[in-house]
Structures are given as C-alpha cells and as structure tokens.
C-alpha cells in the first residue's frame, strides 16, 4: 500500500487537477474545490480611507510610468494594515 498524502495543486477545473496527479503517479481518493482566500486576515477592517489612499498612489505611480504590478507591491509593502496589505498582494499576484 502507498502512502496517504494532502495537499493542494493548481488547476483550472478539478478533472485537471486529478490528470495532472496522475500523471505524477499519484492515484486520488478525493479531491475537494478549495475556496479562494480574498482576505485571509480578520484582525484589521478596511476602511474607506485605505481605498482613497491606495487609488491616489496607484493613480500617481501609474501617472508616473511604472508597471502596475510594482506600483501594487510597493503599495502593499507601505501599507500600516496588515489586511490591506495581503488584499493588494493578492491583487498582484492575481495580475
């Protein structure tokens, strides 16, 4: 008998996921659809100052010519709420 693994894998629709396993020589009892995490973190609420601060220094870096994704991490990494931060990370990585 093998052994029992867990874990997660990126695929765009769950038969992938198992074709892809599989091709790995990994055989699946079950595979679940995990929910995306938007906002990981609770400790801290997004106020609507956050929002008008990240639009006017988003507006400005891109004003200025710098790529989007940078303009985004730069954003994230001065942010003080540690929420907004991973909402802004998570935006660049979707980007």
Do not use: Y
Request: hydrophobic residues 40%; proline residues 4%.
């Amino acid at each position: 008998m093998g052994k029992q693994l867990s874990g997660t894998i990126t695929a765009h629709h769950i038969t992938h996921a198992k074709s892809e396993l599989l091709k790995q020589g990994i055989i699946t009892r079950r595979i679940t659809k995990a929910k995306p995490a938007l906002m990981p973190l609770k400790s801290h609420s997004i106020k609507a100052d956050d929002i008008a601060l990240f639009t006017r220094q988003l507006s400005t870096m891109i004003d200025a010519g710098l790529p989007l994704v940078q303009s985004l991490d730069i954003i994230a990494k001065g942010h003080k709420n540690p929420t907004f931060q991973q909402l802004v990370l998570t935006v660049k990585k979707a980007v």
